[in-house]
């Protein structure tokens, strides 16, 4: 139980265009879900916290207008990096809680902008 | 912001030996978690250790939490070749769900 997908695993893009991503919470309902950054050999970022059915809480540093989420479901969450340029390549990351404390990460998705 | 710091950052063993990693914060904790990650994956939750908590087992894993020290400790015992991964903790504070983590462990397990 507990699982989470993210999709797509890896996507390349040009600079300018937008890629969306999504995360899934496969067999429970996530009343949060989560967003993270990871650069190569370092640790996680949090980016925003989304609850569905309301704005994402943005951390500090994250523009809200480049890094838009959407919590439309109980079990679907989606990250859209508009307008991306070579800086915004990382590893992204999901995670998703229904109750209690413990957080479920979903695979990542690798972002190369060219 | 990054509270916890894990060391050593790197770490390599033997098959069958056991791996200790450490991870100290500076404030006050709700509950820590230690998380694995293998290269280019997501994390996997492995334990979660509550502040009023001083140790907990599950399988080959044991972890301690000195709150006092504000530390924790992950050991792997009878480590194997399949434990090679980055070992994360993670730690929530006050009334928040955020998870903060730390810079992680690189754990190598030579066979």
């Known amino acids: 139980g507990a699982v989470v997908s993210q999709h797509p695993s890896w996507v390349i893009c040009k600079s300018g265009t937008s890629v969306k991503i999504e995360c899934r919470s496969l067999?429970?309902?996530?009343?949060?879900m989560f967003w993270y950054r990871q650069f190569p050999k370092q640790s996680l970022m949090l980016m925003a916290t989304?609850?569905?059915?309301?704005?994402?809480?943005?951390e500090q540093g994250v523009e809200k207008d480049k890094f838009l989420i959407n919590h439309a479901s109980l079990t679907l969450s989606t990250l859209t990096v508009t307008s991306a340029h070579p800086e915004d390549s990382s590893f992204y990351i999901c995670s998703a809680r229904q109750t209690g404390v413990t957080q479920y990460f979903g695979p990542g998705t690798r972002l190369l902008v060219l | 912001s990054q509270q916890g710091e894990e060391d050593p950052q790197a770490l390599s063993i033997q098959e069958g030996e056991n791996a200790t990693m450490n991870c100290s914060y500076k404030t006050s904790i709700n509950n820590l978690q230690w998380y694995r990650q293998n290269s280019g994956r997501g994390l996997v939750h492995l334990i979660l250790?509550?502040?009023?908590?001083r140790e907990k087992h599950s399988g080959r894993l044991r972890v301690t939490l000195d709150t006092s020290k504000k530390s924790s400790s992950l050991l792997i015992t009878a480590s194997r070749a399949a434990d090679t991964a980055s070992y994360f903790c993670?730690?929530?504070?006050?009334?928040?769900?955020?998870?903060?983590f730390g810079k992680g462990t690189k754990l190598t397990v030579n066979p």
């Open positions: 067999d429970f309902q996530a009343t949060t």
């Open positions: 250790i509550r502040s009023n908590e």
């Open positions: 989304s609850n569905e059915g309301s704005k994402a809480t943005y």
């Open positions: 993670a730690t929530t504070q006050g009334g928040s769900e955020k998870l903060v």
